[in-house]
C-alpha cells in the first residue's frame, strides 16, 4: 500500500472515531505539479488527500490560526521533518500543546516519498537530530560562497538591487510558520520602526527585521522563498543566520519542543571577539 | 570648498555603566571628539536592534553600544542577554553588506572614563577614515525623491 493511501486510511480512522476534529493535508494544486492546502474534518473527504513529492509547502502555519486548538481537541497534520521542527518551535514559545498535534510525517528524497514514524513530536528527534549532524547546506550553495565573498560595498549591492524588487506584500510573513505575531513590528506606527513604503530604505529595513526575527527560529523550510512573487532569495539569509546560531551557540532550531528559545536565553559564556 | 566631513555618530548606552562611565570622563575634563551623540538606556538589554536601523535611517554614518561589563549588570543578565542579540544582528548586518565597522559594541563600566573617551576617539577616527555611509544615504535620498506621476 502506498504511503498516500495508508495516511489517507489513518486519517480516516481518526477523524471517524473522534481522535481529531481535523486532518490539515495536501489536496490537488491548480495545475499537476501544483499542490494546496486541504482542511477535512470528514472521514468521507479522505480521499482528497494527495501525498507525492510536489507537497513541499510546511503546514505547520495553520496549527496556529486564530481558535483553531483553543477547544483543546486534536489536529491532525501533514509534516516534513521541518514542519515537525516548526511545531517544536510553535510548542517551545508557547503558541501551541504539542500534545494536540498528531503527526502524519513523511520525508521526501528526489520523487521518492517516505513514511517517517511517529505520532507526537518528540517520537521525531532522532530524524531532527540526524538533520542537525548533517549540516544542512544552503539550497544554492554556490551563489551563497560567492556572496560572502563579496566585499561589504558589493553585498550591499546585491542586496540593493534584490531588495529593490520588493514590494512589501509581506508574504514572505504571512506564509511563515514563525511569523505568527498578531502584530507586527512593521505594521506598529507609534513608534514607526520600519519605513512602510517599498522604497529601498523600507525594503532593507523590512527585510533586516524579518531575518532577526526569525534566527535561530527559522527552519529553512522555504516557505517564505517560494512565497516571494519577485522571487528575492530569502533562503540565503535565513540559512545564514540558521548557519550563525548553530556555530555560534550550537543551536539548531526546533530539536525538541522543550528547546530554549536562543535569543531568550544565554550563557555566561557565549564567547564574542567583537566587544571592545 | 566643501566642508571636510564630520562622522555623525550616535551612541546608545546603558546608564548605570558607559553613561555613568561617560559622566566620569567628562568631570574629569577627559577631552573627547565631539560627534556623538549620546542615547541613554536602563540596560543594554533594552538596546533593541531597532534603535541601530533607525539611527542609520537617520542618517548616522557610525553607531555604538556600550554597557556594563559581563556579570556587572545592574539586572543581573540584560547584558548577557544583549550580547547573544549583538552576535546574530552583527552576522546579519554583516551578510546583508552594513560593514561592522560601523556598528561597535562595547564594554565600559562607570570607573573607566578614560576608555570611554578613547573608545569615542577611536572609533570616530576609524569612521572618519572610512567616510559617510554613502551607500545608505543614498537609500535614504530616495526616499526624499518626489513622486513622479
Ligand atoms: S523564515 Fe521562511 S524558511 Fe524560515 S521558517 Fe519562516 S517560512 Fe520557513
Ligand atoms: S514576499 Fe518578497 S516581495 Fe513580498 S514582502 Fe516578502 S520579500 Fe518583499
Known amino acids: ?276 | 570648498m566643501s566642508e571636510p566631513f564630520e562622522p555623525k555618530i550616535i551612541a546608545f548606552v546603558c546608564t548605570y555603566c558607559t553613561y555613568a562611565g561617560a559622566d566620569l570622563a567628562g568631570t574629569s575634563r577627559l577631552k573627547y571628539a565631539p560627534n556623538v551623540r549620546i542615547i541613554r538606556l536602563p540596560c543594554t538589554g533594552r538596546i533593541s536592534p531597532m534603535f541601530i536601523l533607525k539611527a542609520l535611517q537617520k542618517g548616522a554614518d557610525g553607531v555604538l553600544i556600550s554597557g556594563c561589563h559581563p556579570g556587572d549588570c545592574h539586572f543581573t543578565h540584560g547584558n548577557y542577554h544583549a550580547r547573544r542579540r549583538w552576535m546574530v544582528f552583527r552576522a546579519l548586518l554583516d551578510f546583508i553588506g552594513i560593514p561592522p565597522e560601523r556598528v561597535k559594541y562595547s564594554w565600559i563600566s562607570a570607573a573607566e572614563g578614560v576608555k570611554f573617551a578613547e573608545f569615542i576617539n577611536t572609533v570616530t577616527e576609524d569612521i572618519r577614515k572610512l567616510g559617510p555611509f554613502e551607500q545608505y544615504s543614498q537609500l535614504i535620498e530616495q526616499t526624499q525623491a518626489s513622486a513622479s506621476l
Open chain 1, 1 to 276: 500500500m502506498s504511503i498516500e493511501e495508508q495516511y489517507r486510511t489513518r486519517a480516516k480512522e481518526l477523524l471517524s472515531g473522534g481522535a481529531v476534529k481535523m486532518v490539515i493535508g495536501y489536496g490537488k494544486g491548480t495545475t499537476a505539479s501544483r499542490r494546496r492546502p486541504l482542511f477535512i474534518s470528514s472521514p468521507d473527504d479522505v480521499e482528497r488527500l494527495v501525498l507525492d513529492d510536489a507537497c513541499i509547502t510546511n503546514l505547520s502555519g495553520y496549527l496556529v490560526s486564530e481558535g483553531l486548538l483553543s477547544d483543546e481537541k486534536r489536529v491532525a497534520v501533514f509534516l516534513r521533518p521541518e514542519g515537525i521542527r516548526a511545531v517544536n518551535i510553535l510548542a517551545a514559545e508557547s503558541q501551541l500543546d504539542a500534545e494536540q498535534i498528531v503527526i502524519f510525517g513523511f520525508d521526501v528524497s528526489g520523487t521518492e516519498v517516505r513514511a517517517l514514524k511517529g505520532i507526537h513530536v518528540e517520537e521525531f528527534s532522532d530524524v531532527i537530530g540526524s538533520i542537525k549532524e548533517g549540516a544542512p547546506e544552503a539550497s544554492e550553495e554556490e551563489l551563497f560562497e560567492k556572496i560572502e565573498k563579496m566585499s561589504p560595498q558589493e553585498r550591499f549591492s546585491f542586496w540593493q538591487e534584490e531588495f529593490a524588487k520588493c514590494i512589501k506584500c509581506y508574504a514572505c510573513r504571512q506564509a511563515c510558520p514563525m511569523c505568527y505575531c498578531r502584530r507586527c513590528i512593521v505594521d506598529s506606527n507609534q513608534p514607526q520602526w520600519v519605513n512602510t513604503s517599498s522604497h529601498s530604505l523600507g525594503n532593507f529595513e523590512w527585510n533586516i527585521v524579518r531575518a532577526f526575527h526569525l534566527s535561530g527560529r527559522c527552519v529553512e523550510c522555504g516557505n517564505c522563498d517560494r512565497a516571494c512573487p519577485v522571487n528575492i532569495p530569502l533562503r540565503l539569509i535565513n540559512h545564514r543566520m540558521a548557519e550563525e546560531v548553530l556555530g555560534a551557540f550550537d543551536h539548531f532550531a526546533g530539536m525538541s519542543k522543550t528547546q530554549e528559545p536562543v535569543l531568550a536565553s544565554f550563557k555566561k559564556d557565549d564567547s564574542e571577539t567583537f566587544i571592545l
